[in-house]
């Protein structure tokens, strides 16, 4: 069993930084894959971005390369996602969530690919 906390959202204006946060307890962090994901009033939920087990690979949306990166800190079980440049359309309720699989990637942007999620943290950004 692994539980999840974010922590780091808040409110704010279109151009400033954020760093989320996301504390892991419990097995197998340090071998898993984990990934952020969002969602907005009225839409789907999305993929953010995700980081290998050791930090070799990262992934990004489209909409957030180039402004967010994620990192992670296994000696901490923790896992971040430092936003830059914050839009409008990034304001959301912010997850983290461990990729299910070890031996591929390839999923890293579906939800049903990711097992344990946490309880969100909210982000708003007004312009």
């Known amino acids: 069993q692994v539980h999840l906390v974010e922590s780091g959202g808040g409110l704010v204006q279109a151009g400033d930084s954020l760093r989320l946060s996301c504390a892991a307890s419990g097995r197998a962090f340090s071998s898993n894959a984990m990934g952020w994901f969002r969602q907005a009033p009225g839409k789907e939920r999305e993929f953010v971005a995700a980081i290998s087990w050791g930090a070799q690979s990262t992934y990004y949306a489209d909409s957030v390369k180039g402004r967010f990166t994620i990192s992670r800190d296994n000696a901490k079980n923790t896992v971040y996602l430092q936003m830059n440049s914050l839009k409008p359309e990034d304001a959301a309720v912010y997850h983290c969530?461990?990729?299910?699989?070890?031996?591929?990637?390839?999923?890293?942007?579906?939800?049903?690919?990711?097992?344990?999620w946490g309880q969100g943290t909210q982000v708003t950004v007004s312009s």
């Open positions: 969530a461990q990729y299910r699989s070890l031996y591929s990637m390839r999923g890293y942007s579906v939800p049903q690919q990711y097992d344990y």
